[in-house]
């Protein structure tokens, strides 16, 4: 499936639910609370409004009777808690990436963003249609867990430096903070990587913890202030082409929605991953505008250092897959899935 085509049928599904789920069968329907945790400070660019827009959404199309609320990161647990909370149904809800969770499982990165990756469309595509679901799904269920996709960013940036990267002997014993399998490949190159949470990484920046990091699109990355730190801003994001953010649910609470409720998350959580997705791919040319207005220097990775960070993922994956059984479960399916996708790629779009 391309993403022109996800994205009209979560728009579609948002309509139908907007207007026949949140009229009779609402009524019918007991409120339902549901306390839903933050990844991301509620001030983060794009982030931000989009975990306000769910749980606003949330409320609307279910007449009221889905009656979620957002807490800031740390409100009601530490934010590195999130998982083990809603295990055991101590907490109700997360908006979050499944990347944070790789202490449980190295696969649970596979469903949040994948190094050297496919774009959006092919992403979900896989995701949706291609075998990646079922899997997601079958994970997540050994932790009482339900989850879904319920967010999509398009590429990221490949991280903020003191000091321009001439060759990988720069890389080398550098202190920075990294997200998902991308660290395992920056750990190989001879960085000391470390995963903070969002609201973490300015100060550790400014007070030297760390000497560089990555986080997310430009936007995100501007309203979090990087720039008045490191003046070397790096691209392209090979480590995340495409990120998929998740609503995760205690099975405990799960279990008091009714069918009609759980739909109306479901069809939200579309509606809520065609929102970011376009919304974020419509305001990074202004933020990449504003930081180099800043002083900041712009850098795109030369072929030599992208073919060595391509390299060293290859030798990653198949440790991995070595490793952990879920993960290559998830990374043979990924795999045959972008094989036959290919195919249609080299002849249905234009070669630049």
Not at 173 to 183: E, V
Not at 283 to 309: C, F, N, R
Request: glycine share 10%; charged share 20%; proline share 4%.
């Amino acid at each position: 499936m391309t993403f022109k085509h996800w994205a009209a049928a979560a728009a579609l599904a948002g309509v139908v639910v907007s207007g026949s789920m949140s009229s009779d069968a609402s009524a019918q329907d007991k409120k339902v609370r549901m306390n839903m945790a933050g990844a991301f400070p509620s001030t983060t660019g794009l982030l931000g409004p989009t975990q306000a827009y769910l749980v606003d959404t949330l409320k609307k199309v279910s007449g009221g009777s889905i009656d979620a609320k957002f807490f800031e990161p740390g409100a009601l647990v530490p934010a590195g808690q999130y998982f083990d909370a809603i295990s055991t149904g101590s907490l109700d809800s997360a908006w979050t990436v499944s990347g944070f969770f790789t202490g449980k499982d190295i696969a649970f990165a596979m469903y949040a963003a994948v190094p050297f990756g496919p774009e959006a469309g092919e992403y979900m595509g896989w995701m949706n249609h291609g075998g990646g679901r079922k899997l997601y799904d079958d994970l997540h269920a050994k932790y009482n867990i339900v989850a879904m996709p319920c967010g999509l960013i398009a590429p990221e940036a490949s991280g903020w430096f003191r000091k321009e990267i001439k060759g990988p002997e720069d890389l080398k014993g550098l202190k920075m903070r990294f997200f998902g399998l991308g660290a395992n490949v920056m750990q190989k190159l001879g960085v000391q990587t470390q995963l903070l949470q969002a609201g973490e990484i300015f100060q550790a920046l400014q007070l030297g913890t760390i000497d560089a990091t990555e986080f997310s699109m430009p936007v995100m990355d501007l309203t979090l202030g990087f720039h008045q730190v490191a003046k070397h801003y790096y691209f392209p994001g090979w480590h995340q082409m495409s990120t998929i953010n998740s609503l995760y649910i205690s099975k405990a609470k799960w279990a008091e929605f009714s069918d009609t409720q759980k739909e109306q998350i479901r069809v939200t959580c579309d509606a809520t991953m065609l929102r970011q997705f376009v919304e974020g791919e419509s305001v990074q040319g202004k933020a990449i505008k504003e930081i180099q207005s800043k002083g900041v220097t712009l850098h795109y990775w030369p072929k030599d250092m992208l073919a060595l960070y391509r390299k060293t993922w290859d030798e990653v994956a198949k440790e991995q897959a070595e490793k952990s059984p879920e993960f290559k479960k998830a990374w043979e399916s990924y795999s045959a899935f972008r094989a036959d996708y290919k195919v249609w790629k080299d002849f249905g779009y234009l070669k630049e």
